[in-house]
């Protein structure tokens, strides 16, 4: 059964960085393209990256874009992301995907709270 | 791209077929999906490709439809059911959602 974990969430202050990682088990990872998906509290769902199987292809939302940086090591089944000059807005569960049909496994979400 | 679904709350009984509509700002062929997400949960795939339905999604649901117009329906509203529903498309990046479509017990 695929499992995806993630970890690295916590409380930062605005303009602050955070870097999540998501732990990847139980399948090829380095088949297939990763994503970032958020949410937050009460809201609805917010899609914030991708990046291929082989790292070379990324794309980010536009509110993200030249803050966040999406990567990943196939040799240790790891994505991440990389959060930098976070504002409130930021504030979300974040949750890793493995793009397959579509997002068709989802991890449990990392909790990112950006909070003076 | 913008997805608009409607309702945004649907009241139902169990039993009731429902049908959930989801619109793109522009054409998306037939690259949208439906997720089903409950409190406290990470969504779940329930049909992909606008009408193939995922492994281990139960045959109850479908989807339908293509270019700007979608549907996913419910045939017999079940009380594991009652939850939120998303459609995505993935037809170009940004991929986009719409915002959610909760099902409620009548």
């Known amino acids: 059964q695929v499992q995806l974990v993630e970890s690295g969430g916590g409380v930062v202050q605005p303009g602050r960085s955070l870097r999540l990682s998501c732990a990847a088990s139980?399948?090829?990872?380095?088949?297939?393209?990763m994503h970032w998906v958020r949410q937050a509290t009460d809201k609805g769902l917010e899609w914030v990256a991708v990046?291929?199987?082989?790292?070379?292809?990324?794309y980010y939302a536009d509110s993200v874009k030249g803050r966040f940086t999406i990567s990943r090591d196939n040799s240790k089944n790891t994505l991440f992301l990389q959060m930098n000059s976070l504002t409130t807005d930021d504030t979300a569960l974040y949750y890793c995907?493995?793009?397959?049909?579509?997002?068709?496994?989802w991890g449990q979400g990392t909790l990112v709270t950006v909070s003076s | 791209i913008q997805m608009t679904q409607s309702p945004s709350t649907l009241s139902a009984s169990v039993g009731d077929r429902v049908t959930i509509t989801c619109r793109a700002s522009?054409?998306?062929?037939?690259?949208l999906a439906w997720y089903q997400q409950k409190p406290g949960k990470a969504p779940k795939l329930l049909i992909y490709?606008?009408?193939s339905l995922e492994s281990g999604a139960p045959s109850r649901f479908s989807g339908s439809g293509s270019g700007t117009e979608f549907t996913l329906t419910i045939s017999s509203l079940q009380p594991d059911d009652f939850a939120t529903y998303y459609c995505?498309?993935?037809?170009?990046?940004?991929?986009?959602f719409g915002q959610g479509t909760k099902v409620e017990i009548k």
């Open positions: 995907a493995r793009r397959s049909t579509s997002l068709d496994s």
């Open positions: 139980e399948f090829t990872f380095s088949n297939y393209a």
């Open positions: 990046i291929s199987s082989d790292g070379n292809t990324k």
């Open positions: 522009q054409s998306i062929s037939s690259w």
């Open positions: 490709k606008a009408s």
């Open positions: 995505q498309q993935y037809n170009s990046y940004p991929w986009t």
